[in-house]
């Protein structure tokens, strides 16, 4: 279907930024949304954020609302999560997904990028 690559992340103090990236190849013209994800040790994975492939929609949850901000590069097939204020419990596997139908599930997955946020 689709390969996605993320990239971008690293080791950051609290307060600092960071700008993750999806680059998507493949059946792109076939994606509905990407959406980011994160999977901290120990703990379940969980939605970071997402945008619809066309219309640019964009959903968070509460917990990065008004720190980080998705959007797309629709010519270079990439999605970029930029992340400011960032916080020790922000560290986790950072991993993009891309769903093609608007109910659908996230059916392809990238490796995985790791974001570790120091205090």
């Known amino acids: 279907q689709v390969q996605l690559v993320e990239s971008g992340g690293g080791l950051v103090q609290a307060g600092g930024s960071l700008r993750l990236s999806c680059a998507a190849s493949?059946?792109?013209?076939?994606?509905?949304?990407l959406g980011w994800f994160r999977q901290a040790p120990g703990k379940e994975r969980e939605s970071v954020a997402s945008?619809?492939?066309?219309?640019?929609?964009?959903t968070y949850t509460d917990s990065v609302k008004g720190r980080f901000t998705v959007v797309r590069d629709n010519a270079k097939n990439t999605v970029y999560l930029q992340m400011n204020s960032l916080k020790p419990e922000d560290t986790a596997v950072y991993y993009c997904?891309?769903?093609?139908?608007?109910?659908?599930?996230?059916?392809?997955w990238g490796q995985g990028t790791q974001v570790t946020v120091s205090s």
């Open positions: 493949g059946r792109t013209s076939r994606i509905y949304s």
């Open positions: 945008i619809t492939w066309t219309g640019g929609g964009t």
């Open positions: 997904a891309a769903r093609f139908t608007i109910f659908g599930t996230y059916d392809d």
